[in-house]
């Protein structure tokens, strides 16, 4: 009897090994799409309609950063870039594309606490978008004591808060101000995002005239192009960095499609006295180009007009006329 069991002991423990494994499989291709864009003006009425607000300047710009942050949240697998345990523990495009929106989130919630929010330099801050702003924060492969996702959650939270404070009026510290300046300054900061993600997603091929070229229209920028050089050692980014790089840029572009339609609504004024209209759909075209779904499996790295596409390049075209578009739109926000 045990020299019979044995063999069918292993049996079984090797099928529930192969059953893990392409549970874990399956779990990880789900979990590595990307989540689908998100209505912002739906979603402004939607939390509006929970705190009785009305929709006044900058609860749009809220609103897309609260659906950004819930995405990060909720999405399939959850957030996966403090994953200690498969199949997280073995992704990395959905990981990378999850920096890339965090970082535009952070972005947006620092102007918000900085510049949208502040009448003056002299001003007092709201609470609300400073905790949300320090939670947001945290280090993301953070994963205990305390964990990136609890931060987050408390972030969603404080944006929240001034959401229904903005709305309802009924915290005057809450305001938000649809000024040029302050427009101005967080473009400025799109800009050299925009432009390092082109810049690193085009030395996939080592191309260093077209390098050269988008470093061009980077503009002073020294601690992003330290970065591309760090990345991609002087010349071609190596071959295991390439997919990094672009969930990277698929991430930000994605995050920054939200914001951008946003702003389209928030600052639907001074963009009309600006007639810069034509400026900010450009770029969400451009980003919505940036966004479109993956159908390839992998990201295809070829040169020049060979049999292959580049996924990168192609990304980096987009990503370049955007920043382009940005550029339009900023000058047009200085001009008296």
Do not use: C
Request: charged content about 20%; aromatic content about 8%.
């Amino acid at each position: 009897m045990r020299t019979g069991s044995r063999p069918s002991a292993l049996r079984i423990v090797g099928i529930g090994l192969a059953l893990y494994a392409v549970v874990v499989l399956a779990l990880g291709i789900v979990w590595s799409r990307q989540p689908p864009v998100f209505d912002v003006a739906a979603l402004q009425a939607e939390v509006l309609a929970g705190s009785g607000g009305k929709p006044v300047p900058g609860t749009a710009v809220v609103a897309a950063a609260i659906g950004v942050a819930e995405t990060l949240l909720e999405k399939n697998g959850g957030f996966l870039y403090n994953d200690l345990t498969p199949p997280g523990l073995y992704l990395d495009n959905m990981p990378n594309w999850e920096y890339g929106a965090l970082k535009e989130l952070r972005d947006s919630v620092r102007a918000l606490r900085n510049d949208f929010s502040r009448s003056q330099t002299q001003s007092i801050e709201n609470d609300h978008a400073k905790r949300a702003d320090v939670k947001l924060a945290i280090d993301a492969s953070s994963w205990l004591l305390p964990s990136a996702e609890d931060e987050y959650r408390q972030a969603t939270d404080a944006l929240r808060l001034f959401m229904r404070d903005l709305a309802t009026g009924e915290d005057r510290s809450a305001s938000f101000h649809t000024r040029a300046d302050n427009l101005a300054a967080y473009l400025s900061i799109v800009e050299k995002r925009l432009g390092s993600l082109a810049v690193r997603l085009s030395a996939s091929v080592g191309d260093h005239e077209l390098t050269a070229a988008l470093v061009q229209n980077v503009g002073e920028n020294d601690v992003e192009l330290d970065e591309v050089q760090i990345k991609s050692g002087g010349s071609a980014t190596p071959w295991y960095l390439v997919d990094d790089t672009y969930y990277e840029a698929r991430g930000y572009t994605w995050a920054l499609l939200h914001m951008m339609r946003a702003i389209s609504i928030d600052f639907a004024e001074i963009l009309a006295s600006k007639n810069a209209d034509v400026s900010i759909q450009q770029i969400i075209r451009d980003l919505e180009g940036a966004s479109k779904p993956m159908v390839s499996p992998i990201v295809l790295n070829g040169h020049g007009y060979g049999f292959l596409a580049n996924h990168s390049l192609v990304m980096a075209s987009y990503i370049s006329r955007a920043n382009a578009a940005v550029l339009d739109l900023r000058i047009l926000m200085q001009q008296g």
